[in-house]
């Protein structure tokens, strides 16, 4: 199961690649692999804001519907609009090709519950 | 909680990477190591898919009365049956609602074997054995003794014809034939439930392990719940506990095709008609239609469908079909909206627009 070092992970197996004051949203390998082959995705309206834990969007796979949450609060700035023809990236390349959207980190992010990556591979251990 | 049952495959199905979950009370690999669409797309484009469907039940009716009491529990006219024919079929209660939907194979005149599923089996054996005391007929559950098999996909007849000791060109669709098959012996029949050419072969335990290996060396590839439902669905037929129920009856769940008022020679009615031919006479509450999306997003069963901004059903079955390029869905709605008004679905708050079409929802490639 890849965990690559440069980003964080929440414990409901969303990353976040934090540049600046921009963020980058997308699940975890772990987390494709657990859902399956992925058919579908929903994304927020860009522009939209979003808090920290806040379902934004929602992937689904042959079998099961997911919501995917934020893992820190901001605002929409770009939709992965590729997905909307190509789900299956996000099962390909879950940390690439398959990200979901990025926003503007907000001011009022508070102490989130991140993990790093060595905390997330010993949460997928639990 | 009663214990889940195993196949006499599970093995293989867990050393080919299956993903179990439990099913009709049997632990069954919803997919295996390379996902539900690949699998789903083997069958579609020209391979062999092999699916293990063990947990469907198997009864014989033997007997001098087998045929008038055949024509007495099921919906189709049996009569029309010859020697080595197959026919799709269902058992009604007497307020005409679904018991089961069945297969029906005529062997002879004296002797019929029904396929039956698996989350119905105890009910449907209790009720033909309590029906069959009218009758000069035996009627046996063979479930437990019998392994079946479907091959589905273009492939398919080849891969098991280095098995089968007859020509298996000389079975044509939804007729059978009993013979040799590997090293022991069985009944292949050339339906299935995926809209591709195929076969399902019925054969004893002892010898599963044996044709399932001989089919993968074969080059079939191992089809899992997911992309048999996804398969399914892309041709609309219908699955007991979704479209058909002991809630409906034939009339709601366009099954009339399969239900015969008028069964020529047959004296009497089968259990249920009078039911059915109230329910046709005053008209259903509700019909069974074929829906595609036109915007995006997956139909799915219980999702509530509006015409003209009005409740009138929901979602029975419905999927993203990748060769329909979107999601499609059976969906029960109020008759007078089976042709008309403007059709929506509600998928997570939101209405999404929708058109009637007709199934299949993708092209069968059955050889009729």
């Known amino acids: ?126 | 909680m009663t214990d889940l049952l195993k196949t006499p495959l599970f093995d293989a199905h867990v050393a080919l990477g299956g993903k179990i979950v439990p099913f009709a009370g049997y632990e069954l690999p919803v997919q295996y190591k390379d996902g539900a669409l690949k699998e789903y797309t083997a069958v579609r484009d020209g391979e062999a898919g092999i699916f293990d469907i063990t947990h469907m039940g198997q009864v014989r009716v033997e007997g001098k009365d087998a045929l008038a009491f055949l024509q007495y529990v099921t919906t189709n006219d049996v009569s029309k049956l010859v020697d080595g024919q197959v026919q799709y079929s269902a058992l009604l209660s007497e307020q005409g609602t679904f018991i089961d939907d069945i297969t029906t194979y005529k062997i002879n005149d004296e002797a019929y074997y029904l396929c039956i599923n698996a989350a119905n089996r105890h009910k449907d054996v209790a009720h033909l054995q309590k029906e069959a005391a009218k009758f000069d007929v035996s009627v046996t559950d063979e479930s437990d003794e019998t392994t079946l098999l479907a091959l589905q996909g273009a492939k398919a007849q080849a891969a098991l014809q280095t098995i089968a000791g007859f020509d298996l060109e000389t079975v044509g669709y939804y007729k059978f034939a009993r013979g040799k098959i590997a090293s022991a012996g069985g009944i292949i029949s050339r339906t299935g439930y995926t809209g591709e050419d195929g076969f399902e072969i019925y054969i004893p335990n002892s010898i599963a392990v044996e044709v399932w290996d001989v089919l993968l060396a074969q080059g079939a590839v191992p089809i899992g719940l997911a992309a048999r439902d996804m398969l399914r669905t892309e041709m609309g037929y219908a699955l007991y506990g979704h479209e058909i129920s002991d809630a409906v009856t034939p009339v709601e769940a366009k099954l009339m095709w399969i239900t015969k008022l008028d069964k020529g020679d047959f004296i009497g009615k089968f259990i249920g008609q009078e039911a059915v031919e109230t329910r046709k006479a005053e008209g259903a509450q509700k019909r069974l239609i074929a829906l595609k999306l036109i915007g995006r997003g997956i139909p799915r069963e219980h999702y509530k469908v509006f015409v003209d901004g009005e409740l009138s059903g929901e979602v029975t079955s419905g999927m993203h079909s990748p060769l329909a390029g979107g999601g499609v869905a059976l969906a029960y709605v109020k008759p007078e909206h089976v042709t008309d008004g403007n059709l929506t679905v509600e998928i997570r708050g939101k209405q999404i627009e929708a058109e009637r079409t007709t199934t299949p929802f993708v092209r069968s490639n059955v050889r009729k």
């Open chain 1, 1 to 126: 199961m890849s965990v690559p070092t440069d980003l964080r992970y929440t414990k409901e197996h969303e990353w976040v690649r934090i540049e600046g004051d921009t963020a980058t949203f997308g699940i975890s390998d772990h987390a494709q692999e657990a859902l399956g082959d992925i058919v579908f995705v929903e994304l927020p309206e860009v522009g939209r804001s979003i808090d920290a834990g806040e379902a934004y969007g929602v992937v689904e796979s042959v079998k099961a519907v997911s919501d995917v949450y934020a893992p820190v609060a901001g605002e929409v700035i770009e939709i992965n609009e590729t997905l909307e023809s190509e789900a299956d990236l996000v099962n390909s390349d879950p940390y690439g090709a398959g990200w979901i959207i990025k926003v503007k980190i907000s001011d009022n992010n508070a102490d989130t519950d991140l993990m790093n990556p060595s905390e997330y591979e010993s949460f997928l251990d639990e």
